[in-house]
């Protein structure tokens, strides 16, 4: 904010990593992940940031973007590094990535606002199938709603078995 410049925060998180951790074992998980954070560290510049927020999810921070087409581009060059198979016990593996891109000062003014809503565009990225990446849109925050029963009352009506449930049977007839 100080300079003027812009910045963009990806949140990536890998399609398909559960797999590799159930079939190959978790070291094999571990050696992915790392091969990954390297394939990261070299599709950005030295000024930028590569992080492991744990899990299967890294966090990449571009600085002094000039517009959200650099973002954009940096995503692209992520997806076709992490696409390509990794050699994990001599055997191929594939994942991708999901990623979500929020930029400053636009989509937020605090780490925390714009790794939230990366994280939200991410999560857009995973319902387009994975393997894609989106820009952060206000439509894809969580939406907040007012509870309109308040929770003690919803406690007395379960203690008083005010409430009940219905069984109904769905049979389909040819």
């Known amino acids: 904010s100080r300079y003027g410049q812009w910045l963009a925060v990806l949140f990536i998180d890998l399609d398909r990593f559960k ?3 159930d079939n190959l074992g978790h070291e094999a998980g571990d050696q992915l992940l790392q091969l ?3 394939r990261l560290s070299g599709c950005i510049r030295s000024s930028d940031t590569v992080a492991r927020l744990g899990g299967d999810e890294f966090i990449v921070l571009l600085v002094n973007v000039a517009r959200a087409q650099d973002a954009s581009t ?3 060059n992520i ?3 992490l696409v390509r198979p990794f050699s994990l016990r001599e055997e191929p593996v594939t994942v991708s990535p999901s990623i979500g891109i929020a930029m400053f000062p636009g989509d937020g003014t605090t780490a925390e606002a714009l790794v939230k809503d990366a994280d ?3 999560y857009s990225a995973k ?3 994975g393997a894609t990446f989106q820009f952060f849109a206000p ?3 969580a939406p907040r709603f007012d ?4 929770l003690p009352g919803l406690q007395k009506a379960l203690e008083d078995n005010d409430l009940c449930l219905y069984y109904q049977p769905q049979v389909e007839s040819s």
């Open 74 to 76: 940096v995503a692209g």
């Open 36 to 38: 990954v954070g390297e």
């Open 139 to 141: 439509s894809m925050r």
């Open 79 to 81: 997806l076709q590094a």
């Open 19 to 21: 797999e590799v951790n």
């Open 120 to 122: 939200a565009a991410m």
């Open 127 to 129: 319902r387009y199938g």
């Open 147 to 150: 509870r309109k029963v308040p």
